[in-house]
């Protein structure tokens, strides 16, 4: 079994798109806390028409497994394009991550193809998207983490240990 990650960093939607149908992706999970973008094209709304539109099914999840805080005192450290582990160690403890962790592996266990959480980050090594892809591993032994990268060739899968936080 294998759960995808993917950033849709700056590139254009089409070529993001084009990454979920060329690895076969069913459902898109989007664990962005905020599902808008400064790229107009991955706000919420066009994101899931445009995956709609090729038969990747969207699910909105941020809220329980966003990146950004509630906490204002935890929020802020928050910064764009920062993984600080003191955010992520205070969301891994919350109620809502938990609850969002479970549902992402009942998701990926009853999926009738590939599941892929999305955030904007194209980075999985600067993203919180590791460390729920990480937590979704350990509530389901076995699965195979995968991270896609869109615009440079062949996908890069991750083993768990090299991607410990």
């Known amino acids: 079994m294998r759960l995808f990650t993917a950033g849709h960093s700056t590139v254009a939607l089409d070529a993001f ?5 060329d690895n076969g992706i069913d459902l898109a999970v989007d664990v962005r806390s905020k599902p808008r ?33 509630q906490d204002p ?9 920062h993984l600080d582990p003191v955010i992520v160690a205070h969301l891994r403890g919350t109620e809502a991550w938990q609850e969002g962790i479970a549902e992402l592996v009942r998701l990926v266990q009853h999926a009738d193809a590939a599941v892929c959480i999305v955030c904007s980050e194209g980075d999985p090594n600067e993203c919180h998207r590791k460390a729920v892809a990480l937590d979704a591993a350990e509530a389901l032994p076995g699965l195979e983490i995968v991270h896609l990268t869109v615009g440079r060739g062949t996908p890069r899968e991750v083993g768990v240990q090299e991607v410990m936080m």
Request: a positive charge; zero cysteines.
């Open 37 to 69: 973008s400064r790229l107009p094209h991955f706000d919420q709304v066009p994101l899931e028409e445009a995956l709609g539109d090729v038969g990747v099914r969207y699910r909105f999840l941020g809220e329980k497994l966003g990146g950004m805080p």
């Open 17 to 21: 798109v084009g990454l979920m149908t």
């Open 73 to 81: 005192r935890i929020a802020e450290r928050w910064r764009q394009g």
